[in-house]
């Protein structure tokens, strides 16, 4: 039994909700396809944690994986998905190969229904995904992430029925300055710095924001079938 599993939580808002969860006391274990990541993360969070925080190596996209992973765990109370892996999936459509597509949605929407199908009968409390402000805000230049990201909205609905009383929900970052950026080869200072002036909350969010938001849907009982809009207001401009 592990209090919340992380899956995506290698890095970045999943790397930051690990350890808003450990300094909670709670145990986490975190899963991720790199076993690099994975012992960065180790190596980062169990000097503090001990114990209470595991890792295990699973690519989400893989059936085989996500049922090994809820074999292994036995049962869990909450779990976090903040997995996805978007590359070459930006650009115009005309540009973007199926396979790179295809890619997008086997991760973030078909691994998000796969954990939902395995958490049957073995998640106890929560379910939370994690979406996108492009679902919202689509620029033409990311049309597959933001039909994936559009898509979670309805699965979570779907399993929060299925799953009851498991509560499923979804938050949806806005623009969060995350090592995700750094590999998407563009100049993110001057992005941040164009966006920041112009979002209601006149800052980019940070991972501890998201951290701070997954904490409040897995606290709060009543949270269900909904989306969480942690985004400094991006939607209003
Ligand atoms: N940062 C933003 O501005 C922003 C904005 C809107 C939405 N989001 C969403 O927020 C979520 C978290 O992103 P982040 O910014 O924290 O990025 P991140 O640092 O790149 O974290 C994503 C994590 O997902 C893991 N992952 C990728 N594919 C996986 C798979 N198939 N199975 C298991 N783990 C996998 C990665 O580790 P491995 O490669 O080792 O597997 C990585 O640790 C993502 O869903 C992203 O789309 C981010």
């Not at 899956?7 to 396809?33: P, Y």
């Not at 929560?126 to 230049?141: F, V």
Request: no cysteine; proline share 3%; hydrophobic share 50%.
């Amino acid at each position: 039994m592990t209090d919340a599993l992380i899956i995506g939580g290698g890095s970045g808002m999943g790397l930051a909700l690990a350890r808003t969860l450990l300094a909670e006391q709670m145990d986490v274990t975190i899963a991720g396809r790199s076993a690099d990541r994975l012992a960065a993360a180790r190596a980062e969070l169990a000097p503090a944690a001990g114990g209470r925080v595991r890792t295990v190596r699973a690519d989400i996209g893989r059936e085989e994986d996500v049922a090994e992973l809820f074999d292994h765990l036995g049962s869990v109370e909450h779990v976090v998905v903040t997995a996805a892996d978007v590359t070459g999936a930006y650009g115009r459509s005309a540009d973007i190969s199926a396979s790179a597509a295809r890619s997008v949605l086997d991760v973030k929407l078909l691994g998000a229904w796969l954990v939902g199908k395995y958490a049957a009968g073995r998640v106890t409390g929560s379910l939370t995904y994690t979406s996108g402000i492009n679902a919202y805000r689509p620029n033409g230049s990311n049309t597959i992430v933001a039909a994936a990201n559009g898509a979670l909205a309805s699965l979570a609905s779907g399993l929060a029925l299925e799953l009851a009383p498991v509560r499923v929900n979804v938050v949806s970052p806005g623009w969060v300055d995350t090592p995700v950026w750094d590999r998407l080869g563009m100049d993110k200072r001057a992005a941040f710095a164009d966006l920041a002036g112009r979002l209601p909350a006149r800052r980019i969010g940070t991972a501890d924001d998201m951290a701070q938001a997954f904490l409040s849907v897995l606290r709060n009982g009543f949270v269900n079938g909904t989306v969480l809009h942690v985004d400094g207001g991006h939607r209003l401009v």
